[in-house]
């Protein structure tokens, strides 16, 4: 059982930047894979990046590819996404999740967190 908790949402102006943190607890390395996932209002959930817990294998939605970046860092037991050159379709709510897939589908994520509120607007 992983237990995750988002963070570094807010409201940032278009082309501006910002890094979301995921905290877990638990055991997410024996996760393969975790997730950044996002909802916005009236749209579906969408994958946004994924990361090997292992390799550092990565994958990237075609929208956010260049101008986002995850990482982790197993030894603070967490995972980041930087988020640069936002611009308002990129408002939504980010969750992070654990895996067993390194795919960008929310089939493979059993385990979720609260989600951090991401506002781009001037």
């Known amino acids: 059982q992983v237990q995750l908790v988002e963070s570094g949402g807010g409201l940032v102006q278009p082309g501006g930047s910002l890094r979301l943190s995921c905290a877990a607890s638990?055991?997410?390395?024996?996760?393969?894979?975790m997730g950044w996932f996002r909802k916005a209002p009236g749209k579906e959930r969408e994958g946004v990046s994924c990361?090997?817990?292992?390799?550092?294998?990565?994958l990237y939605a075609d929208s956010v590819r260049g101008r986002f970046t995850i990482s982790r860092d197993n030894a603070k037991n967490s995972v980041y996404l930087q988020m640069n050159s936002l611009n308002p379709e990129d408002t939504a709510v980010y969750y992070c999740?654990?895996?067993?897939?390194?795919?960008?589908?929310?089939?493979?994520?059993?385990?979720w967190g609260q989600g951090t509120q991401v506002t781009v607007s001037s």
């Open positions: 990361i090997s817990t292992s390799d550092d294998s990565t």
């Open positions: 999740a654990a895996g067993q897939v390194l795919v960008l589908k929310d089939w493979d994520y059993a385990n």
């Open positions: 638990g055991f997410p390395w024996d996760y393969y894979s």
